[in-house]
T-cell receptor, first 114, second 111 residues
């Protein structure tokens, strides 16, 4: 299947700082990527759709000014968690797929905010 | 009603048995259906995709779709302890590429 990578795999930061997470499609171009968040023992919740060359679209309840998404190229989308707080601690996962249907997931980034 | 519903389990089956995982969805506009396997602490791994009514087989896995009943299932034949994981059903939101996930069914295969 298609390969999607994420970096970093885990990050610990202090409250109030910003954290950037990268999502790359390694063997295909992705005009659309998706960002999810998963809290312990819960399912994946779609946060936003990242569109190459245009603004991301956010799901209801997700603050676009807090979770900044940039999709500057056909292989890279970034999610920046601004002014992170402990409640933002979660497992952040991106997905993408050839053809646009977001079927393949990156390995995820575990964020811990102290 | 949740958009995608799954029994949380755990579903316990002995090694070598058939595990049957079920999922219902509410959006009649959905056209794409996926089963993912997620091990604890890892991201989901795509197992099967199905787009039309009927059965689709891939190795030990068979996905079944019934759009009239808004029901999709996954059968795992000859279950192995390594199959123990949480299985997530995902359905596209009608008319979009967005995936909506169920809460997952935890499968335990005991030797």
């Amino acid at each position: 299947g298609a390969v999607v990578s994420q970096h970093p795999s885990w990050v610990i930061c202090k409250s109030g700082t910003s954290v950037k997470i990268e999502c790359r499609s390694l063997d295909f171009q992705a005009t659309t990527m998706f960002w999810y968040r998963q809290f312990p023992k819960q399912s994946l919740m779609l946060m936003a759709t990242s569109n190459e060359g245009s603004k991301a679209t956010y799901e209801q309840g997700v603050e676009k000014d807090k979770f900044l998404i940039n999709h500057a190229s056909l292989t890279l989308s970034t999610l920046t968690v601004t002014s992170a707080h402990p409640e933002d601690s979660s497992f952040y996962i991106c997905s993408a797929a050839p053809g646009g249907n977001g079927g393949f997931f990156g390995p995820g980034t575990r964020l811990t905010v102290l | 009603q949740k958009e995608v519903e799954q029994n949380s389990g755990p579903l316990s089956v002995p090694e070598g048995a058939i595990a049957s995982l079920n999922c219902t969805y509410s959006d009649r506009g959905s056209q794409s259906f996926f089963w993912y396997r997620q091990y604890s602490g890892k991201s989901p791994e795509l197992i099967m995709s199905i787009y039309s009514n009927g059965d689709k087989e891939d190795g030990r896995f068979t996905a079944q779709l019934n759009k009239a009943s808004q029901y999709v299932s996954l059968l795992i034949r000859d279950s192995q302890p390594s199959d123990s994981a949480t299985y997530l059903c995902a359905v596209n939101k009608g008319g979009t590429d967005k995936l909506i996930f169920g809460t997952g069914t935890r499968l335990q295969v005991f030797p």
